[in-house]
C-alpha cells in the first residue's frame, strides 16, 4: 500500500520559484515512473513532468526550461523545482506513481498512486 505525499506549496510571485516534494511510503514501491501533474480550476489534470526507472526525464511543452525533475531514491522523495512561474502555473500539484510500462508518463490516465495534491498559487 503506497502512499505519496506532496508538500511545499505555497503563495508566490510571478517570475518567482518554488520547490514541491513528494514523499514514498509503504511497503511496495515498484513503478515505472513516478511523475508531477496539476489541475487548474476548471482545466483536466495534465502532465507536468515524469522520471521513468531508467531516469529519463520528460517535461510538458509548458513547462519545459523552467521546471525541473529530480529523485532521491534514499530519501524516497522527488521533487519539482518550479523556476520563472507564471499566473497560468496556478493548480493543485500531484504526485503519482505509475506501475505500466507501456506509453507516454506524461498521461495521467494509468497511474495507480496519487498523493493528495499541493495548492500552487502564482499571484502578485
Known amino acids: 500500500q503506497v502512499q505519496l505525499v506532496e508538500s511545499g506549496g505555497g503563495l508566490v510571485q510571478p517570475g518567482g520559484s518554488l520547490t514541491l516534494s513528494c514523499t514514498a511510503s509503504g511497503f511496495t514501491l515498484d513503478y515505472w515512473a513516478i511523475g508531477w501533474f496539476r489541475q487548474a480550476p476548471g482545466k483536466e489534470r495534465e502532465g507536468v513532468s515524469c522520471?521513468?526507472?531508467?531516469?529519463?526525464?520528460y517535461y510538458a511543452d509548458s513547462v519545459k526550461g523552467r521546471f525541473t525533475i529530480s529523485r532521491d531514491n534514499a530519501k524516497n522523495t522527488m521533487y519539482l523545482q518550479m523556476n520563472g512561474l507564471h499566473p497560468e502555473d496556478t493548480a493543485v500539484y500531484y504526485c503519482?506513481?505509475?506501475?505500466?510500462?507501456?506509453?507516454?508518463?506524461?498521461?495521467?490516465?494509468?497511474?495507480?498512486?496519487w498523493g493528495q495534491g499541493t495548492q500552487v498559487t502564482v499571484s502578485s
Open positions: 503519482a506513481t505509475r506501475i505500466e510500462r507501456w506509453g507516454s508518463c506524461l498521461a495521467p490516465g494509468r497511474y495507480d498512486y
Open positions: 522520471i521513468t526507472k531508467a531516469g529519463t526525464t
